[in-house]
């Protein structure tokens, strides 16, 4: 059930991984600020995200997001009525980092702090501005990021299915790895996509996996083999992968794969569920070619389709706002003993 309207402005805080996120929004869908520190230049030189340093960057810079957040949103810490925090899944070091902080908070405040999950934040981050009351339930939820790839039926706010999901690699995972071994660095997707534009996306054709666990489950893994034994052969000249067209019909190949691979099961989804919309989230989602064919697809079927925008997609506090607000209208406050799960179901 859910309550009077009296957590009217929250903080949510995301240290999940590599960006840390703090947001104010009020009347649990009006977003007052959303600030996000990325650390891409900190794990560049690495070629991926190192844990420790992540977890380091999250504890000299949460401080100062938070109070950004709450300057950019014109209010003090006396306002704040309640705190989101993501405490899974992601990195252990950084979720603790943030559950700390908020605990802190929370008690130095008194006001209550909520548990959120990070795919729930971003599976509700299209609806970041949305009063619950016009949220298009039931709807397909599709979270692509750089570490998940599934498909939800989302019938409530309390009730989430899981439809299908990736056996192996997430899709961003699978554009970071290949951008990796064609040296593109850290992260490979935002590249990779400006690139593959420039690409014939029918240079090279990949067998798509079939995943004994259902037709709605897909794997990334036997693409991203293909593409280095294709590199392995030798013929392909890498030195400088941004300017050679044959690479960039390679990264536009892999890309129409890999996009096409989750259109599919969008479009097999909605076959079989009468919802009333699609609803595609996470960090892939910034991707022009997956939101052009996202668009497509809903048009021709006549569905109605919500992507958020780039700064929705990746990771941020907003969304770990929303999700939280809606579950202190419900009551759903969590204790002192609160942990933190690298890796937890959704449900
Ligand atoms: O949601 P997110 O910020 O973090 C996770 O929760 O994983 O997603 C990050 C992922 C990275 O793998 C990154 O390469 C990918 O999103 N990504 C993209 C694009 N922008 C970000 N992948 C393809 N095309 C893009 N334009
Ligand atoms: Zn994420």
Redesign the pocket.
């Known amino acids: 059930m859910v309550q009077a309207l009296s957590h009217k402005l929250i903080l949510g805080i995301d240290t999940?991984?590599d960006?840390t996120s703090a947001a104010v929004l009020k009347d649990a869908h009006v977003l007052l600020s959303n600030i996000i520190s990325s650390q891409i230049k900190i794990h560049q030189p690495h070629g991926g995200v190192v844990p420790e340093l992540a977890s380091r960057a999250h504890c000299e810079n949460i401080q100062r997001i938070i109070k950004e957040a709450l300057n950019q949103a014109s209010v003090s810490f006396e306002d704040l009525t309640g705190i989101a925090i993501t405490t899974s899944p992601g990195l252990i070091g950084c979720l603790l980092v943030g559950l700390s902080v908020a605990k802190s908070l929370a008690y130095a405040r008194q006001i209550p702090f909520t548990e959120v999950h990070?795919l729930k934040g971003?599976l509700f981050s299209p609806f970041v501005g949305t009063p619950e009351n016009e949220i298009p339930y039931p709807f397909i939820g599709v979270v692509v990021?750089?570490?998940?790839t599934a498909l939800y039926l989302v019938k409530s706010f309390e009730s989430i299915e899981l439809l299908g999901q990736t056996v192996d690699d997430?899709c961003?995972?699978a554009?970071?790895k290949v951008a990796k071994v064609l040296g593109l660095g850290y992260?490979?997707?935002?590249l990779?996509?400006k690139l593959a534009q420039k690409g014939n996306p029918k240079a090279h054709r990949f067998t798509r996996a079939r995943v004994k666990r259902g037709p709605l489950f897909l794997s990334y893994s036997g693409l991203k083999t293909a593409i280095g034994q294709i590199l392995q052969k030798g013929d392909m000249d890498t030195s400088n992968p941004s300017t050679n067209p044959e690479v960039i019909d390679l990264i536009a190949s892999f890309q129409w794969e890999a996009i096409e691979a989750i259109i599919d099961k969008i479009e097999l989804t909605l076959q079989n569920n009468r919802v009333n919309a699609v609803v595609v989230s996470?960090?892939?989602a910034?991707?022009?070619y997956l939101r052009q064919r996202v668009k497509e697809l809903s048009e021709s079927l006549g569905i109605k389709y919500l992507i958020p925008p780039p700064v929705l997609?990746?990771?941020n506090g907003a969304m770990i706002a929303y999700v939280g607000a809606q579950q202190l209208l419900r009551g759903q406050k969590s204790n002192w003993d609160a942990n933190a799960h690298a890796s937890k179901p959704l449900f």
């Open positions: 999940s991984c960006e990070h971003h990021s750089g570490g998940h997430a961003g995972e554009y970071d992260p490979g997707g935002p990779m996509d996470g960090g892939v910034c991707n022009s997609c990746t990771d």
